[in-house]
């Protein structure tokens, strides 16, 4: 019998179908047989398979890892040319440059490995369960249509309402010190495991920074990092981060040295933003406190007596603290006519003058009643 030119048969020289039909041994039940040898078989399919998910996982945290690592080698080395060099920057900049080249290596010793297994992959002998797939199935799935990204309004209230909601769960969470008490936290509350968390967490910091609660701050950044590192797991992976979490403590708890000093990394980082926002605030609450007591002190010209004052000549000044209405008379009459027209409105007009009542400073008047 003579084949079709053109067409490929060698595709079919490593099929492996066991025969039903087979007869092995009377002694022997030969539907348990086949069963056994076919969980066997599903068995491998599945280890294989986990073995591939396992290996892209850990090549994009691998680059995950790289790029922030590049990313901070950049900064050193900008921050080294612009002249901050220090012999403590220097070790640390001979650090990420090795953990750079380590990083490299590693990935491309992942891809290697990636490599290899879809070569093993496409050698594996075809069975009855990969010999066909279904032509002219078709399945109907109710997916949830995808909602358009919110708007910051949204955002916001959505912070709002949750926080509302969980504030007290937060906090208790922010106080855990240890691993596994955290995990086993978010594994009783995984609704904790999204962003809104990481967010208040930090705002929380902000108020404890301005409190001066300094340890307890520090140790909320912490677990406001821990938030983070599982939200950008979840990110790289492609999955909801309440999937991913045991996947964090996992690691983190193995003492990974590169993965323990980058989480450390970024929590120093976390604390600088956060007593920079502290400060931030604090001067603005002290701008408006400053402003609302000027405004408390005005004149009924508008102008502030305390600024009028340091801008009037020494002998006006020296009249005002000494409480001495005739000195001032006697230094405005010193002045030039305009002069002292221009010092003595701004003086009525702030109120350090009342003309009706004959006398100084209100201030003054009230201090000595």
């Known amino acids: 019998m003579t084949t079709q030119p053109g067409i490929d048969y060698s595709v079919w020289d490593h099929i492996y179908v066991s025969d039903d039909e087979d007869v092995t ?3 022997v039940d030969t539907p348990s047989l086949f069963r056994m040898r076919h969980r066997s078989r599903l068995e491998k399919m599945a280890e294989f398979q986990q073995k591939g998910e396992d290996l892209a996982a850990n090549f994009a945290e691998c680059k995950r890892l790289l790029e922030e690592a590049q990313e901070r ?7 080294g040319k612009e002249g901050h060099v220090d012999e403590d920057r220097e070790a640390y900049l001979r650090k990420i440059r090795a953990e750079v080249r380590k990083l490299k290596e590693d990935e491309s010793s992942f891809e290697k490995m990636i490599e290899e297994h879809r070569r093993e992959e496409k050698e594996l002998p075809w069975n009855v369960d990969t010999i066909s797939k279904e032509g002219f199935s078709k399945s109907v799935l109710n997916f949830k249509p995808l909602r358009k990204e919110d708007t910051e309004e949204e955002k916001v209230e959505k912070h709002k309402t ?6 007290k769960q937060i906090k208790h969470f922010g106080m855990l010190r240890r691993w596994d008490d955290s995990q086993k ?6 609704h904790l495991v999204c962003e809104e968390t990481a967010n208040y967490l930090v705002v929380i910091c902000i108020d404890l920074e301005i409190d001066e609660k300094r340890a307890l701050m520090e140790q909320v950044a912490h677990q406001a990092i821990v938030m983070k590192f599982i939200l950008e797991l979840a990110r790289v992976l492609k999955v909801d981060p309440r999937g991913c979490f045991r996947q964090f403590f996992s690691k983190i ?7 323990q000093d980058n989480f450390n990394h970024e929590l120093e980082l976390l ?3 956060v007593r920079s926002c502290a400060q931030t605030r604090m001067d603005s609450a002290m701008k408006e406190l400053e402003e609302e007591e000027k405004q408390e002190r005005l004149g009924p010209g508008g102008l502030d007596p305390v600024e009028v004052y340091k801008s009037l000549p020494k002998e006006i000044q020296r009249s005002f603290d000494e409480k001495n209405i005739q000195m001032l008379q006697e230094a405005i009459r010193n002045l030039d006519p305009e002069e002292g027209k221009y010092h003595l409105m701004r003086c009525i007009d702030s109120g350090l003058w009342v003309p009706d009542s004959g006398e100084g400073c209100n201030e003054d008047d009230e201090e000595e009643n």
């Open 25 to 27: 041994s009377p002694f």
């Open 271 to 273: 604390k600088e933003r």
């Open 185 to 190: 936290y978010l594994s009783d509350n995984p």
């Open 253 to 259: 708890k193995m003492a990974d040295k590169l993965y």
């Open 162 to 167: 949750f926080v509302q909601k969980h504030a």
């Open 73 to 79: 080698l950049k900064e050193l080395e900008v921050g």
